[in-house]
């Protein structure tokens, strides 16, 4: 079955930059599909953050999109995310996602923390 | 995009119904058949459970469905079960800005 796994540092420091990473097993990241990501600040609801095909064209939340970057690692079979500039309003759970189409998200990873604080 | 809007709790005793509104605008909900419901237990990940509005995910029980009415879209949860309680999150296609989420609903099985 499909398997998504996040990895990455938890705790990162204000104004730096926050660099999360998705293995992919089951599925191909190279065929046709969304990967993307997905945060939850502790306590509060779901926010989208982008995500990018199979073909390497990424699409972001415009709230975040000066700041964030999605790209993907063939030869590993996986995804990454780049957020710049962080507060402590990014302080999240952070959720890597694979999405089908039609705007349904139908892999989650299990979800990492991230703390920015100094 | 301001967030779609959901009651923070619903609840209901154990073999009731409970439904559960998200309401957005023309240009999210009312604009698109692309609303999702998902489902969260404390500490876990989100899962699929509704998408395109009223299609139920791979193993969801038929106790599970979705409608949409103009700007409102709405899931059901029919014969309530202990496993039910969780936090519900609607979701929907917004254009050009991707997709947007629910505040989320806590639901309470009495």
């Known amino acids: 079955q499909v398997q998504l796994q996040e990895s990455g540092p938890g705790l990162v420091k204000p104004s730096g930059t926050l660099s999360l990473s998705c293995a992919v097993s089951?599925?191909?990241?190279?065929?046709?599909?969304?990967w993307g990501w997905v945060r939850q600040p502790p306590g509060k609801g779901l926010e989208w953050i982008g995500d990018?095909?199979?073909?390497?064209?990424?699409t972001y939340n415009p709230s975040l999109k000066s700041r964030v970057t999605i790209s993907l690692d063939t030869s590993k079979n996986q995804f990454s995310l780049t957020l710049s500039s962080i507060t402590a309003a990014d302080t999240s759970t952070y959720y890597c996602v694979r999405s089908p189409g039609w705007y349904r998200i139908d892999q989650w990873g299990q979800g990492t923390l991230v703390t920015v604080s100094s | 995009q301001p967030a779609l809007t959901q009651p923070p709790s619903a609840s209901g005793s154990p073999g009731q119904s409970v439904t559960i509104s998200c309401t957005g605008t023309s240009s999210d909900v009312g604009g698109y058949d692309f609303v999702s419901w998902y489902q969260q237990h404390p500490g876990k990940a989100p899962k699929l459970m509704i998408s395109e509005v009223n299609k139920r995910a791979s193993g969801v029980p038929d106790r599970f469905s979705g409608s949409k009415s103009g700007n409102t879209a709405s899931l059901t949860v029919s014969g309530l079960q202990a496993e039910d309680e969780a936090d519900y999150y609607c979701s929907s296609h917004a254009g050009t800005f991707g997709y947007v989420f629910g505040t989320g609903t806590k639901v309470t099985v009495l």
């Open positions: 990018v095909l199979h073909s390497g064209i990424a």
């Open positions: 089951g599925d191909s990241i190279s065929r046709g599909n969304f």
